[in-house]
């Protein structure tokens, strides 16, 4: 908790009042403290979905969803996007400064020295259902490596959590691409140590396919700075994922595998899989976007892409993304009809009060896809994508709950609206 003079709320309740107290964060928003609230009152609080709950003091990233403000350690987004790469932001999200120059490149040798899996970890990936969604591949696989690498999963030693965080960012991108490879019948590519993180991970993706010369730096900026956008977001749906797996104790590759399921949902990371879907459909279908609007407002089915928990204005990201797709889409005489079918939905939907009285703005999902479409991955290869980049929030937030003093196993309670005690038949 952040140092605060007294502040209390009160609560006031049938068996008296109870003094909470209130901490300010560094922004100056304010929290109550409720740890004294079932001891004292005997009542816990409902809060579906933890909308209105903070489950931890962090000082990985700040986000005003109101503002439309992401920091990552106090550096603004749009700072990061434009200004550094995705190894030096996940140095800075992980170890919480930007590196030195001589501090980003022994990271990033660390990073090229342990990119390879061993072999029998790929005959365990090339095992697996080939046809089957690249995320719970990947999950399964990154689970597996508790098993290849035991002597990095002890949380409580920090040297082996050091170990295990570099072999995690080093390692993901070998795995994701062997698992695409395996889904088009092609040969797995190694890591080639000659080329920077992101240059290896798009080798080892597309091989001999892979975008050369001004192309080819064009799309390594472009998937650089995609995953610098999805570095980290607090405590989203899969964060929270492994921060609650990690309160067990569980060693951190467990805890990564569950927060690569939770981002696997159409609600969260699936969603820029389900935006281009949902594109194609329209295309496909005909249907005018006038006449898919309608059916978004009669709630048979939603707008992906658009919403967020906490953005009630626009996502900063999507604007940095939709830049990018502009740079990327429109190279080309006549830019992508997906692109340019998603900013006539976005123009209409934002002229629409049913969307704007919701605060429902585009999120990191909205452009994504068709980025990543241009650049010849698989619609179902979107949600990886997002997984690589988030990869370094996930690891910072792990390692920070081992060492807050606050730390206990999450444990929710529930409100109780089941049967009252009754016996079994037999009990008469
Ligand atoms: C990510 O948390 C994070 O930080 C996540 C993320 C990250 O970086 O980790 O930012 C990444 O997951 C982005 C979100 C990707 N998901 C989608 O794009 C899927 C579509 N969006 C939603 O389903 C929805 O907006 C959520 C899940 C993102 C947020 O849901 P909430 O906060 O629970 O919002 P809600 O369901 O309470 O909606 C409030 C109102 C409702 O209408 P009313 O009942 O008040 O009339 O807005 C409506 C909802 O029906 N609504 C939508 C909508 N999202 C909300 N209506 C149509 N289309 C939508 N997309």
């Not at 365990?124 to 035991?150: C, E, K, Q, W």
């Not at 920090?158 to 795995?175: C, D, G, H, S, Y």
Request: hydrophobic content about 40%.
């Amino acid at each position: 908790m952040s140092d605060d003079k007294e502040r209390t709320v009160e609560l006031h309740y049938e068996g008296g009042v109870l003094k909470l107290p209130v901490f300010t964060g560094t922004e100056g928003e304010n929290t109550v403290e409720l740890k004294t609230l079932l001891g004292s009152t005997g009542m816990t609080t409902l809060d579906p979905g933890f909308g209105n709950t903070a489950s931890c003091s962090s000082k990985i990233t700040y986000i005003d969803g109101a503002a439309g403000i992401l920091r990552y350690r106090g550096y603004p987004i749009e700072d990061l996007a434009v200004h550094s790469t995705f190894l030096e932001t996940a140095y800075l999200v992980i170890y919480g400064e930007l590196p030195e120059p001589g501090q980003l490149k022994e990271f990033s040798d660390k990073l090229r020295d342990n990119a390879d899996i061993p072999a029998e970890m790929g005959a365990f990936i090339d095992a697996m259902p080939r046809n089957g969604h690249p995320m719970a591949l990947m999950a399964s696989a990154v689970n597996t490596l508790a098993a290849y690498y035991a002597d990095s999963a002890d949380p409580g030693d920090e040297e082996q959590v050091e170990l295990a965080t570099i072999r995690l960012m080093a390692k993901l991108p070998t795995i994701a691409s062997r698992i695409y490879r395996n889904s088009i019948g092609e040969t797995p590519i190694d890591p080639d140590d000659s080329l920077d993180y992101v240059d290896n991970f798009i080798r080892m993706t597309f091989g001999d396919n892979a975008p050369t010369g001004e192309l080819g730096d064009l799309f390594n900026k472009a998937v650089g700075m995609l995953l610098v956008l999805h570095a980290d977001h607090e405590l989203n749906c899969s964060t929270a994922t492994v921060r609650v797996v990690g309160s067990s104790q569980a060693d951190i590759f467990a805890s990564v595998a569950s927060g690569i399921n939770a981002l696997s949902g159409p609600s969260h990371g699936g969603a820029n899989q389900a935006v281009l879907e949902m594109l194609e459909e329209i295309r496909d279908s005909g249907i005018s976007i006038e006449d898919f609007l309608e059916k978004v407002k009669s709630r048979e089915v939603r707008l992906m892409g658009f919403g967020h928990r906490v953005y009630k204005n626009f996502d900063p990201r999507s604007k940095e993304i939709k830049v990018l797709a502009s740079q990327i889409l429109d190279r080309d005489e006549n830019p992508d009809e997906l692109f340019a079918l998603a900013l006539k939905l976005e123009a209409a939907a934002l002229e629409d009060s049913y969307f704007t009285e919701r605060k429902l703005y585009p999120n990191v999902d909205f452009y994504t896809g068709v980025i990543y479409r241009t650049m010849g991955f698989p619609t179902n290869m979107f949600t990886v994508l997002f997984a690589i980049g988030r990869l370094p929030g996930w690891v910072a937030h792990y390692r920070e709950q081992l060492h807050d003093p606050a730390f206990r196993i999450a444990r929710p309670r529930q409100h109780y609206i089941g049967s009252a005690e009754r016996r079994h038949p037999s009990q008469g």
